[in-house]
């Protein structure tokens, strides 16, 4: 059963069934450089470090569960810390800034997790879904919360890490599986927040318009005025709604899907200057900024060629 952990200075947490080796290994295998390592997957990153770190600042693009597998984590969000012992997961509910360290790593035996964001239209195309259902929601806004080990979920990403061997696989069952670990997620107990403010479904499916047509023309000057124009509503209305539904602002969500299309023509190997100004953005100075402040690392990593 999941449980909500209220966000006070040094949360002490109870002891929590481990996730499994096997999702350990998949890591220790994948994640062969200190700090984070992205993996051609949307969304999907481990990390490993061999020692403590001090505080990085960071940024949540939106929803994202993340597993400790080794280890200990502390997240400081407005203040306020929670702690991320091995075997609990930790669920970011909307974007936002946060400051992380490692607590608790060695050379011997170090500090192992994973962290998958899920797509914004995925996320409201399923609060959507469970509104209609008849789904609780809540009032609450907490920015975060820890799950017990929830094996479904554990399951479900030990198959995602071994799909990253096989592009085909990955590319036509990923999505599948992602779609699986959301649905896991949002029915659980303590995701009551993240099923606040839907509202009306019919408002929901023109976010939804909204988001695709912004994905579809990420690389032009889009302003909120013409978007809200294409769905039908006023502009006020629409910024309101799209952000109770995408968890994200209209601008924000566009600079996400920019950032997202940069990524995967770094990953082809185009040049940073080239990709800056092809997915929008004003200067490379600006999208290199942009670009770590996401993803925590520099777009000129040459791992990112991997």
Do not use: W
Not at 179 to 198: K, N, P, Q, Y
């Amino acid at each position: 059963m999941a449980t909500a952990i209220s966000m006070l200075p040094n949360v002490q947490t109870g002891a929590a069934c481990p996730i499994g080796d096997a999702v350990r290994d998949l890591i220790i295998d994948l994640a062969r450089d200190e700090g984070p390592n992205p993996l051609p997957f949307p969304g999907l990153c481990v990390c490993r470090f061999t020692t403590p770190t001090l505080y990085d600042k960071a940024e949540a693009a939106g929803t994202t569960v993340g597993a400790v597998l080794q280890g200990t984590k502390q997240l400081r969000l407005g203040g306020r810390v929670l702690s991320v012992p091995a075997g609990r997961m930790v669920v970011v509910t909307r974007p936002c800034a946060y400051v992380s360290s490692i607590v608790e790593a060695t050379r011997q035996r170090p500090y192992l997790s994973l962290s998958l964001s899920f797509p914004p239209e995925r996320v409201a195309q399923a609060l959507i879904t469970l509104a209609q259902a008849g789904g609780t929601t809540s009032t609450e806004t907490t920015p975060a919360f820890l799950l017990d080990c929830d094996l479904g979920i554990a399951s479900a990403l030990e198959r995602l890490l071994r799909l990253v061997a096989d592009p085909v696989e990955a590319k036509l069952l990923g999505p599948l599986i992602v779609d699986e670990i959301l649905l896991r997620l949002l029915r659980t107990d303590a995701a009551a927040t993240l099923r606040a403010g839907v509202g009306s479904p019919a408002d929901g499916q023109r976010i939804l318009q909204a988001m695709q047509y912004i994905r579809e023309n990420y690389a032009t000057k889009l302003r909120v005025e013409e978007v809200a124009r294409r769905v039908a509503m006023s502009p006020s209305h629409f910024a309101h709604r799209f952000q109770a539904v995408a968890g994200t602002s209209p601008m924000r969500f566009l600079r996400q899907v920019r950032l997202d299309f940069a990524r995967q023509r770094l990953l082809s190997g185009a040049r940073v200057s080239e990709v800056a100004i092809d997915v929008g953005f004003e200067s490379p100075a600006h999208f290199t900024r942009e670009f770590k402040r996401k993803f925590g690392f520099s777009p000129s990593l040459s791992r990112l060629s991997v």
